[in-house]
């Protein structure tokens, strides 16, 4: 289950900086249909993310830099954390929620920037069209993670629009869905420690400083 949960948060770190790449104001990408801006993205993205691996090989704090610059705006972190919350919303204070909505928010950071040194230039994605004329306020991009050697991973990624544009919010991969194992494993802790330590956990969590495995940095 572990290893499960592990490919989850590396495929949607993966899924959601390809998204996030837009934010590179030289893109010339339209943010009104989720599908092709998706597709687009996903070249330009991992070419920087390869072009960069040099200098994250000696300074891995760089990825934090690099998610929050490319990926953090076009992911919707308040939106989450109210689903990853859900029932415990009722309780804490505005300030309190709002305190978790920051804690969480980098805590995410630190979580994919240490999946994405894992990443292996290999890696690519094929986003599969849709020939949908209508979009819903939540619209889901279908997708696999190819790998020469190793079987296709099949996502399904969720995007939503609150009038800020597409943002991502989760994803699932054999049935298994990141902000619903995020709410389970987060309101378990909540009811076993409490709101306030929650967040002082999250805190903590997202100042841990990166580092590479043995053979993490061999990635051609």
Same mark, same amino acid.
């Given at each position: ?62 990825? +934090?830099? $690099?998610? &929050? ?6 992911? =919707?972190? !308040?939106?989450?954390?109210?689903? /990853? %919350? ?71 990624? +969720?995007? $939503?629009? &609150? ?6 919010? =989760?994803? !699932?991969?054999?049935?298994?869905? /990141? %902000? ?41």
């Amino acid at each position: 289950m572990k290893k499960i949960l592990t490919s989850l948060f590396a495929c949607f770190a993966l899924l959601s900086f390809t998204f996030g790449a837009q934010a590179d104001t030289n893109a010339q990408f339209k943010n009104d249909d989720p599908y092709e801006l998706f597709r687009l993205v996903t070249e330009k993205a991992f070419q920087r993310f390869k072009q960069d691996w040099p200098k994250v090989e000696q300074d891995p704090e760089l990825l +934090k830099v $690099i998610i &929050r610059e490319e990926l953090l705006p076009y992911i =919707d972190y !308040e939106y989450a954390s109210f689903k /990853v %919350l859900g029932k415990h919303t009722r309780g804490p204070s505005r300030d309190e929620l709002m305190k978790f909505v920051d804690a969480f928010r980098d805590y995410i950071v630190t979580v994919y920037a240490q999946l994405f040194i894992n990443y292996r230039s290999e890696q690519t994605i094929i986003v599969e069209p849709s020939n949908s004329k209508e979009l819903d306020k939540i619209v889901v991009v279908k997708s696999k993670i190819v790998e020469p050697g190793r079987p296709d991973i099949a996502v399904t990624f +969720k995007l $939503i629009n &609150r009038g800020k544009g597409w943002q991502a919010f =989760d994803m !699932e991969a054999e049935g298994i869905s /990141v %902000l619903s194992t995020k709410r389970k494993e987060i309101g378990d802790a909540i009811s076993r420690i409490g709101f306030k330590a929650v967040i002082n956990d999250l805190i903590e969590k997202a100042d841990k400083k990166l580092n590479f495995k043995s053979d993490d940095k061999n990635v051609s």
